[in-house]
């Protein structure tokens, strides 16, 4: 089963690199992984194109 979408990390997403560590950074609401958001981020932001290409 596959995981729940998290709406903040969605959100997130849509933000360029500057503003969402600045939101979700240190500053911020302190939820800002170094290692795992930058792929997320890349994640969430491509996910629809990716599942088209996995469909074939």
């Known amino acids: 089963m596959p995981r729940r979408i998290n709406p903040i990390c ?3 997403a849509q933000l360029d690199a500057e503003g969402a ?3 979700h950074g240190p500053t ?4 800002w992984d170094s ?3 930058p792929r ?3 994640h ?3 996910r ?6 996995a469909a074939g």
């Open 35 to 37: 290692k795992r958001c």
């Open 21 to 23: 560590i600045a939101l």
């Open 44 to 46: 969430y932001r491509n």
């Open 48 to 53: 629809r194109e990716n599942k088209c290409q």
């Open 40 to 42: 997320r981020r890349s």
């Open 28 to 31: 911020g609401d302190n939820c």
């Open 10 to 12: 969605l959100a997130c």
